[in-house]
């Protein structure tokens, strides 16, 4: 294997997604990938997928478990002020909705695709290095088990999530990175038990954000806003669920099950978007390109987004000759990017505790909530936006 059309960094979603979509239009991909895919299989991340995200994982031939699976849900809670109050995304938008079901299980669907059509994937490979893509030869070399290996192709898709090394890879003069760090973090726990609720719940409290998701009917994800260094060895199971119970209203806090963790974690909070996202043959995609706070539940749903219209751009240029899409990559894109990091840092901004911004801040989330459940068009303008704006 030394030669490719493209060349994919990293096997998470965007990857993964990308390769198949290019599988499908008859372009040929190489995935390399640093860790094993049982470690990227291992991580637990998003929930919420925008019907755009349903769709072009149907497109790409994996959207069977997620039909037969994913959980619709045609609203959501926010809780403030000790009461919760739903926005009904189904009566907002006529009919459109969003779909439970987690990134693991859309990785582990696009992993089997891949494996059932014999497709090349290099996992455990280290000191993976991007060449010459700034000009008409780009290159990707990797070492495997104490042997080097070297791939020469088309185009490079940079894949490879907010630590890779695609971005890194850039010449610094010729890219423009924007960057807000959060003052707090989100600890997660997953929870074989039932939901406290059929619709996820987003709450703004005193001690700080919660929010209550799930998996399924019998897999619960819950989180709690924590301190930037929070330590998740300081939160036993018992702490964890005192916490989560004191921030929900009195309903939820009476119906929650509790049990055994399976997975607990923290995770910090950031916005991040590099520009552009295109150098020569090489194209940044999804985390390597952007990070959201994960209160709009936009991460996985903006990689998907990328990868459409890079994947589009391919085919258009490989079976058509054209060079318009992949000009347009970057600039199509992150038009649609600013607009999820907008909204994903407005829901961050009212629904977490940001203790320098001491009363008035506090009193401006609660008049903010207050406004958006006073009014039909803030409470739609937040529905289009939960529910994905059009690729
Ligand atoms: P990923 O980071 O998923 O995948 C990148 C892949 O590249 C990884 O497999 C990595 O091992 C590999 N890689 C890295 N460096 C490499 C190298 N040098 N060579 C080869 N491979 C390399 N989004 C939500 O919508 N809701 C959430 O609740 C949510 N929670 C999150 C929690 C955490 C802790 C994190 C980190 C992210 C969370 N996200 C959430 C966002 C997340 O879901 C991402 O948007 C999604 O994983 C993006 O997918 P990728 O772009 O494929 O990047
Ligand atoms: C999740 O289920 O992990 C989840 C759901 C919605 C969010 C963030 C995370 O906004």
């Known amino acids: 294997m030394t030669r490719t059309q493209v060349a994919i ?57 997620l039909k037969a699976e994913g959980l619709v849900h045609h609203g959501f809670a926010l809780a403030f002020d000790g009461r919760r109050r739903r926005i009904d995304l189904g009566s907002l938008l006529g009919g459109r909705h969003v779909t439970v079901y987690g990134q693991t299980e859309v990785t582990r669907d696009l ?25 008409p030869n780009p290159r990707v070399s990797w070492r495997k088990d104490g042997v080097s290996h070297s791939l020469s192709c088309d185009v490079i898709a940079g894949c490879d999530g907010f630590h890779g090394v695609s971005r890194t890879s850039v010449p610094d003069a010729s890219i423009r990175t924007f960057e807000k760090v959060y003052p ?10 039932p939901p406290v609720s059929h619709e996820l719940i987003y ?23 924590c301190a930037i260094d929070e330590k998740v060895e300081a939160w036993s199971d018992q702490r964890f669920w005192d916490e989560l119970r004191l921030r929900l209203d009195p309903e939820a806090a009476e119906a929650l099950v509790t049990g055994p963790s399976i997975e607990k974690s923290v995770a910090p909070l950031r916005s991040f978007v590099a520009e552009p996202l295109r150098f020569g043959r090489l194209f940044l995609v999804g985390d390597a390109a952007h990070i959201v706070p994960p209160t709009g539940a936009k991460g996985l749903n903006l990689a998907v987004g990328d990868v459409h219209y890079l994947a589009t751009a391919l085919e258009e240029h490989f079976t058509g000759g054209s060079q318009a899409g992949i000009d347009a990559y970057s600039a199509t894109a992150l038009a649609r990017i600013w607009k999820a990091e907008r909204f994903s840092w407005w829901m961050t901004s009212i629904l977490h505790r940001f203790p320098e911004g001491g009363e008035f801040g506090q009193r401006m989330q609660i008049a ?24």
């Not at 290019?22 to 997928?49: M, P, Q, T, W």
């Not at 006073?374 to 939960?386: C, F, G, K, P, R």
């Open 184 to 193: 707090f973090g989100w600890l997660g726990i997953l929870a074989d038990v």
């Open 9 to 65: 960094i990293g096997a998470g979603p965007s990857g993964l997604l990308l390769g198949q979509l290019l599988h499908r239009a008859g372009i040929d991909a190489v995935i390399i990938e640093r860790k094993s895919a049982a470690y990227v299989l291992s991580r637990i991340r998003a929930g919420v997928l925008e019907q755009g995200t349903v769709d072009v994982l149907a497109r790409a031939g994996v959207g069977d478990r």
């Open 368 to 391: 903010e909530l207050d406004y958006l459940f006073s009014s039909v068009a803030a409470q739609t303008a937040l529905a289009e936006n939960y529910v994905g704006l059009p690729y």
């Open 203 to 225: 709450a703004n409290h005193e001690r700080g954000f919660a929010l209550c998701s799930m998996r399924s009917a019998s897999r619960s994800r819950y989180y709690v806003q």
């Open 111 to 135: 992993m089997d695709a891949r494996q059932a059509a014999g497709l090349p994937t290099v996992y455990d490979a280290d000191e993976v290095a991007l060449h010459d893509f700034d000009g």
